[in-house]
């Protein structure tokens, strides 16, 4: 797959279908779209390309609001390539872009990738004062010549796949749930970095994750995981069970947020690499305890626990 930080500049030589959204996620709604959308352009003998805002509209348009990510860029790219889309476009949302008339972002994009067909969700609108909505692309498409195409929203267990509501699962710690919407589990990628060591002195050592800042994290807890130790998934090797703590670390400091994982038994140096959660289950809230023994005695029902849910024999 192709990847354009902008607009193509020269233009695509190959008329294409064209799906036009943020897909925060890349979840089984967008997967469902861009899935159809491919699916229809290479029937027809087109490209089969999707256009993604970076940074996300809201983050500009809504400075007051706290706004996190389900995915970060690289992670979204990756998810476009494994549905063998042929290109992508990260297009630099700016101040300018939000007051650009609809029509006129449509020329700008069409003239780059000879867009015949655009696909967006049924309640998509871009545009000042997200004038362009299906109704009117459709209508812009008419004189410009290409089709409009959306697709019915996807349901799972009666309800709509939707980026709202997997951040809503995850800020409650249902990772299952939100897992199920994204049709993959939730992951979390970071550098290790030193920690306090606390872990290493009582005898669990853990790889302390520097997470991008905006990265959305589950609620506060204790977590089974997958651990992988590269980012990239073409070059990953078998994933480590780990148990993975989220939160402030309420027996020792209140300090920051943290992402701390304990590989169960791998014994090497992670310093400076490359780490990828995979969140599986939540095991228990984040806790207090009244000593160290306590903490040990808990640690290592975390560690049953993990090894019972992801090593269990099948």
Same mark, same amino acid.
Request: hydrophobic share 40%; glycine share 8%.
């Given at each position: $797959?192709?990847?354009?930080?902008?607009?193509?500049?020269?233009?695509?030589?190959?008329?294409?279908?064209?799906?036009?959204?943020?897909?925060?996620?890349?979840?089984?709604?967008?997967?469902?779209?861009?899935?159809?959308?491919?699916?229809? +352009?290479?029937?027809?003998?087109? @490209?089969?390309?999707?256009? &993604?805002?970076?940074?996300?509209?809201?983050?500009?348009?809504?400075?007051?609001?706290?706004?996190?990510?389900?995915?970060?860029?690289?992670?979204?790219?990756?998810?476009?390539?494994?549905?063998?889309?042929?290109?992508?476009? #990260?297009?630099?949302? %700016?101040?300018?872009?939000?007051? $650009?008339?609809?029509?006129?972002?449509?020329?700008?994009?069409? @003239?780059?990738?000879?867009?015949?067909?655009?696909?967006?969700?049924? =309640?998509?609108?871009?545009?000042?004062?997200?004038?362009?909505?299906?109704?009117?692309?459709? +209508?812009?498409?008419?004189?410009?010549?290409? @089709? #409009?195409?959306?697709?019915?929203?996807?349901?799972?267990?009666?309800?709509?796949?939707? %980026?709202?509501?997997?951040? %809503?699962?995850?800020?409650?710690?249902?990772?299952?749930?939100?897992?199920?919407?994204?049709?993959?589990?939730?992951? #979390?990628?970071?550098?290790?970095?030193?920690?306090?060591?606390?872990?290493?002195?009582?005898?669990?050592? &853990?790889?302390?994750?520097?997470?991008?800042?905006?990265?959305?994290?589950?609620?506060?807890?204790?977590?089974?995981?997958?651990?992988?130790?590269?980012?990239?998934?073409?070059?990953?090797?078998?994933?480590?069970?780990?148990?993975?703590?989220?939160?402030?670390?309420?027996?020792?400091?209140?300090?920051?947020?943290?992402?701390?994982?304990?590989?169960? =038994?791998?014994?090497?140096?992670?310093?400076? @690499?490359?780490?990828?959660?995979?969140? #599986?289950?939540?095991?228990?809230?984040?806790?207090?305890?009244?000593?160290?023994?306590?903490?040990?005695?808990?640690?290592?029902?975390?560690?049953?626990? &993990?090894?019972?849910?992801?090593?269990?024999?099948?």
């Amino acid at each position: $797959m192709r990847t354009f930080h902008n607009l193509p500049n020269p233009p695509l030589a190959t008329p294409c279908n064209l799906a036009i959204g943020n897909f925060d996620g890349v979840h089984r709604g967008h997967q469902a779209l861009l899935t159809a959308m491919r699916e229809d +352009a290479h029937r027809h003998g087109r @490209q089969a390309g999707v256009l &993604t805002f970076d940074p996300h509209p809201a983050a500009l348009l809504r400075p007051d609001r706290v706004h996190s990510y389900l995915t970060t860029m690289p992670e979204r790219l990756e998810v476009f390539a494994e549905l063998a889309l042929d290109f992508a476009v #990260v297009y630099p949302f %700016s101040l300018e872009t939000a007051h $650009m008339p609809a029509a006129a972002f449509i020329a700008q994009v069409q @003239q780059a990738v000879q867009m015949a067909a655009l696909w967006v969700g049924p =309640d998509f609108a871009l545009g000042r004062n997200r004038e362009g909505d299906v109704a009117t692309l459709r +209508a812009i498409g008419q004189d410009r010549g290409y @089709q #409009v195409h959306t697709i019915e929203p996807q349901l799972l267990e009666g309800e709509e796949v939707r %980026s709202g509501r997997i951040r %809503s699962y995850l800020l409650e710690g249902d990772v299952q749930a939100a897992g199920r919407q994204l049709g993959r589990p939730y992951q #979390v990628s970071g550098q290790v970095t030193m920690g306090a060591q606390r872990g290493r002195l009582l005898g669990f050592p &853990t790889a302390n994750l520097a997470v991008p800042e905006g990265r959305l994290l589950p609620a506060n807890g204790v977590y089974a995981t997958w651990a992988y130790l590269d980012d990239a998934p073409t070059r990953r090797g078998q994933p480590l069970a780990s148990a993975t703590n989220v939160g402030v670390r309420p027996s020792f400091d209140n300090g920051q947020r943290t992402v701390e994982a304990y590989l169960l =038994d791998f014994d090497g140096n992670l310093y400076d @690499q490359q780490v990828t959660l995979q969140f #599986v289950a939540r095991l228990r809230p984040e806790e207090r305890f009244s000593d160290i023994t306590a903490l040990i005695a808990q640690i290592r029902r975390d560690e049953e626990a &993990t090894r019972r849910l992801l090593l269990r024999e099948t």
